[in-house]
């Protein structure tokens, strides 16, 4: 029983490291975590353990690791000095297996661009001749582009384009 409630405990913590640093969960905090979670254990050693668990987690997902490099990275893991143990590489594993894609899809939409066209304004100047200069300027267009991402404008906000006409 005590080793069901340790895998429900470390699973329920693995799911806090994720809202909090893949998913941007502001409700989630280490305080928290500690409070619900592992509340017997002081604050140096569920800082340990916190450490520990994002050190690894953090190795997995940045090398979106499949399922034959999860296991042979956790059994490296469990027989490093100062890994960890067996049953946690067991939860790691399937919290990995059923959390990899929506984690995956997180990081890619925190990382792409999503430009969309705000607003687009437009005209064509032209100087025309006059009696002191022999002849008139190039006629040129000017575009005003502004792009947005997620509601959020980018920097610069306002792109001018001049294109010879």
Same mark, same amino acid.
């Given at each position: 029983?005590?080793?069901?409630?340790?895998? !429900?405990?470390?699973?329920? =913590?693995?799911?806090?490291?994720? @809202?909090?640093? $893949? %998913?941007?969960? &502001?409700?989630?905090?280490?305080?928290?975590?500690? @409070?619900?979670? $592992? &509340? @017997?254990? /002081?604050?140096?050693?569920?800082?340990?353990?916190?450490?520990?668990?994002?050190?690894? %987690?953090? /190795?997995?997902?940045?090398?979106?690791?499949?399922?034959?490099? =999860?296991?042979?990275?956790?059994?490296?893991?469990?027989?490093?000095?100062?890994?960890?143990?067996?049953?946690?590489?067991?939860?790691?594993?399937?919290?990995?297996? #059923?959390? !990899?894609?929506?984690?995956?899809?997180?990081?890619?939409?925190?990382?792409?661009?999503? #430009?969309?066209?705000?607003?687009?304004?437009?005209?064509?100047? =032209?100087? /025309?001749?006059?009696?002191?200069?022999?002849?008139?300027?190039?006629?040129?267009?000017?575009?005003?582009?502004? =792009?947005?991402?997620?509601? @959020?404008?980018?920097?610069?906000?306002?792109?001018?384009?001049?294109? &010879?006409?």
């Amino acid at each position: 029983m005590a080793e069901l409630d340790s895998s !429900k405990s470390l699973s329920a =913590l693995l799911n806090g490291i994720a @809202q909090c640093t $893949y %998913f941007s969960n &502001p409700e989630i905090s280490e305080e928290f975590l500690q @409070q619900e979670l $592992y &509340p @017997q254990l /002081s604050p140096h050693e569920f800082r340990a353990l916190m450490d520990k668990m994002r050190g690894v %987690f953090k /190795s997995i997902v940045s090398a979106d690791m499949d399922l034959n490099q =999860l296991e042979a990275f956790l059994t490296a893991q469990t027989k490093k000095q100062g890994g960890i143990t067996e049953e946690q590489a067991r939860v790691i594993a399937k919290f990995w297996k #059923n959390h !990899k894609t929506n984690i995956r899809e997180s990081l890619i939409t925190q990382s792409r661009w999503d #430009n969309s066209l705000k607003t687009i304004n437009w005209r064509v100047d =032209l100087k /025309s001749q006059s009696r002191d200069m022999d002849l008139g300027n190039t006629p040129v267009a000017i575009a005003e582009i502004e =792009l947005g991402k997620n509601g @959020q404008f980018t920097c610069p906000p306002t792109w001018l384009l001049k294109v &010879p006409v």
